[in-house]
């Protein structure tokens, strides 16, 4: 496998990454403009110097309840297919080259339609880190609500 230089960050106890190529902003968390009648994993949406950013709630995306503390949160505004969107997560803890031996491939047992936005699991330094594929994230749903919200 190549290395790959992912933005970490932590949901809980947990760390995932993002290709940082995908990466536009790391920014620090803002309030959001809720939109009615949206899906529960679709926040709302940021003005993000002139940009219309819908918020993705990834924490209810992957069945974890809202964070207490919003102190350290962030928002990670990322490319996925044609458009940007942000992820509220609880911190980003480093971006770092991650070698290609310490890349793996995802455990078929844990492989599924639903599981589909899980690239790659890196480990590093003995901890596991969540490589996600930023295209597979979005359900179609999610994906068609978003780009109807930025169109309007």
Same mark, same amino acid.
């Given at each position: 496998?190549?290395? =790959? +230089?992912?933005?970490?960050?932590?949901?809980? #106890?947990?760390?995932?990454?993002? $290709? *940082?190529? %995908?990466?536009?902003?790391? &920014?620090?968390?803002?309030?959001?403009?809720?939109?009615?009648?949206?899906?529960?994993? =679709? +926040?709302?949406?940021?003005?993000?110097?002139? #940009?219309?950013?819908?918020?993705? $709630? *990834?924490? %209810?995306?992957?069945?974890? &309840?809202?964070?207490?503390?919003?102190?350290?949160?962030?928002?990670?505004?990322?490319?996925? +297919?044609?458009?940007?969107?942000?992820?509220?997560?609880?911190?980003?803890?480093?971006?770092?080259?991650?070698?290609?031996?310490?890349?793996?491939?995802?455990?078929?047992?844990?492989?599924?339609?639903?599981?589909?936005?899980?690239?790659?699991?890196?480990?590093?330094?003995?901890?596991?880190?969540?490589?996600?594929?930023?295209?597979?994230?979005?359900?179609?749903?999610?994906?068609?609500?978003?780009?109807?919200?930025?169109?309007?």
């Amino acid at each position: 496998m190549q290395a =790959i +230089k992912p933005v970490v960050f932590k949901l809980n #106890d947990e760390e995932y990454g993002v $290709d *940082i190529n %995908k990466v536009h902003a790391i &920014e620090n968390i803002q309030d959001v403009t809720r939109i009615p009648n949206t899906l529960s994993c =679709i +926040k709302g949406i940021l003005n993000l110097r002139g #940009d219309i950013i819908p918020v993705y $709630d *990834i924490r %209810k995306r992957f069945g974890l &309840e809202p964070v207490k503390d919003r102190n350290l949160a962030k928002l990670i505004v990322i490319k996925t +297919k044609d458009m940007n969107i942000a992820l509220e997560v609880d911190s980003v803890a480093e971006i770092d080259n991650i070698e290609d031996e310490d890349i793996h491939n995802v455990p078929s047992i844990v492989r599924s339609k639903d599981t589909a936005y899980i690239d790659k699991i890196a480990n590093v330094d003995g901890h596991l880190i969540v490589i996600l594929n930023l295209d597979e994230l979005l359900t179609e749903q999610e994906y068609v609500e978003a780009t109807k919200i930025i169109e309007e």
